[in-house]
């Protein structure tokens, strides 16, 4: 394998999976690192929210997701042995022509990474594990890095993917500004249980003794096993040590952990990057923001932070400006910020309800430097159209893929990269993408420009 590349991605996760799956889709040149032996096996991140869902849909990977994952199955709560309700955590919805993913599904992260990496392998990629990032240092016109396995890279970017004690980000010194609560830990494994059904997620409450919820994990015989530890509380993460916690919590001598596949004690960050660029290196995900797990905003902000990324990495190594760069911490920053603060106000309420403002597909960057005209930088939904020549169209196919795409009502402009599509029946999708002549569409599917200027139309893109 070559030593010069491209970009050298720190980090094989979610975030890592997807920047690696975007680039490769775009020909750009790439190695993704990971300093694990081997990959990760366990379930930790496990609600994947529509807007990722669309995300994974353009990468080519929802049909494998739908059919591994599901939907969450309702919440039973126990107060010891009592029943106390049963409620969900998501209002059921139905898919629509705009979403046509509106259910967070349930899938453990491990199954999410496997089917990331098996999409990358479609396009010849491979993560090389048992490769730690040691150090790297950086000049005008690239990054040299080195391996534990003695390798020295060159690349001409390299992105941090590297998880919420990022080397990368330590070695550029930038700060984690945050709070950490030592006094807030969660103990997370995936587990075999007896004694209990799996069409629900079970939870039990013990005043003065806390919580734990098992969550039966999709297209699995596991569970996942979540508990808030009190403070001071000391518990082996152990077989044993979760046998005692269900024990003390839920009363119930009938329910039995019969086995411990995977276990992690999670302490509460909320944390944020004061950069997430420095040079010729960049933060994504963990790197740049860690958050509660309350809401399940973490793994899908990364994805999304990579989903950003991708495309302006590709367009710089192709000529574009190498300031396009900037507009990614200039879009994703505010973002980050606001999902922080959301996760945080759920868990400080343990909250275990969710709505429209967890699923991420308000999210956007209006008022960016990249959005102009009306509904500019806003999500573009997926819709049922015609082609002016009658051919049915579903929008989301016409934006899947690397390019640029414009929705015109009148005659097809054409530029080079761009594709272009004069829509017949506007009507059906005027209240989502207004009354402007040329809509256009980004790469990640978001309205870029609205305006009815074949001139301005041209000029943005030269710009980008």
Known sequence: MS????????????T?????????????????????????????????QPRTLEIFDDLG???????????????????????LFQSRMHKRKDPTPAVPYPMVTMQPQWRTEKILRDRLAEFGGKVEQG??????????????????TGETIRARYLVGTDGGRSLVRKTLGIGFEGTTRKEERILIGDVRVTGIGRDHIHAWFRPGRGLVVLFPMAGTDTFQFVAPLPPGAGYALTLDGYRRVLAERSLLGSVEVTELLWSSLYQVNIRMADR???????????????????????????????YNLGWKLARVLDGAPESLLDTYEEERKPVAA???????????????????????LLLGYRGGSLASGERAGDRAPDARCHLADGTP???????????????????????????????????????????????????DGYIALTTSSADELAAYLARV
């Open 276 to 306: 997430y660029r420095a040079g010729r290196v960049l933060l994504a995900g963990d790197a740049a923001h860690v958050h509660s797990p309350a809401g399940g905003q973490g793994l899908n902000t990364g994805v999304q932070d990579a």
């Open 16 to 48: 890592g999976l997807t920047l690696a799956l975007d680039l490769a889709r775009r020909g750009a040149g790439f190695r993704i690192v990971d300093k694990a032996p081997e990959e990760f096996r366990g379930s930790r991140g496990k609600g994947l």
């Open 338 to 360: 606001h999902v922080l603060g959301l996760s945080t106000m759920l868990h400080d309420k343990r909250s275990h309800k969710r709505d429209e403002e967890t699923q991420q």
């Open 3 to 14: 030593n010069h590349t491209d970009v050298l991605i720190v980090g094989a996760g979610p």
């Open 61 to 83: 990977v929802i049909d494998d997701i739908l059919a591994t994952g599901e939907v969450y199955p309702p919440m039973r709560v126990r107060v010891g042995r009592i029943p």
């Open 131 to 148: 490769a730690e990032l040691i150090s790297f240092e950086q000049d005008g016109h690239g990054v040299t890095a080195t391996l534990g």
């Open 393 to 443: 169209v579903r929008l989301f196919d016409l934006f899947r893929g690397p390019h640029f795409t414009v929705l015109t009502s009148g005659p097809v402009p054409r530029f080079d990269g761009v594709r272009s599509h004069e829509i017949g029946d506007w009507e059906r999708i005027r209240d989502a993408y207004g009354d402007e002549r040329h809509v256009l569409v980004r790469p």
